[in-house]
C-alpha cells in the first residue's frame, strides 16, 4: 500500500495494490475509486482534504493491524 499527499492540490492518494486501473467513479463529492478489470477497488482519491483534516495531521500516519 501507498499513500501520497499532494499539498498543492490538496489530495491524498492510497493505492491499495498495484494493479492496472480499467476504470474510475467518483462516489461522493471529492472521493475517487479506482478499478481493475476484475471490478476491485485498487486505490482511492480524497480531494480537498484540508478542509477537513489539519495539515498538521496529514504529515503524520499511523497504521494499525489488528
Known amino acids: 500500500m501507498k499513500i501520497h499527499f499532494d499539498e498543492q492540490t490538496q489530495a491524498i492518494y ?3 495494490v498495484d494493479s492496472k486501473i480499467v476504470d474510475s467513479e467518483q462516489v461522493r463529492a ?4 479506482d ?8 486505490g482511492m482519491e480524497f ?6 483534516i489539519p495539515l498538521a495531521q496529514l504529515k503524520h500516519v499511523e497504521f494499525e493491524i489488528t
Open 47 to 52: 480531494l480537498k482534504v484540508k478542509d477537513y
Open 14 to 16: 492510497i493505492r491499495l
Open 30 to 33: 471529492g472521493v475517487i475509486l
Open 35 to 42: 478499478f481493475n478489470a476484475e471490478g476491485q477497488v485498487v
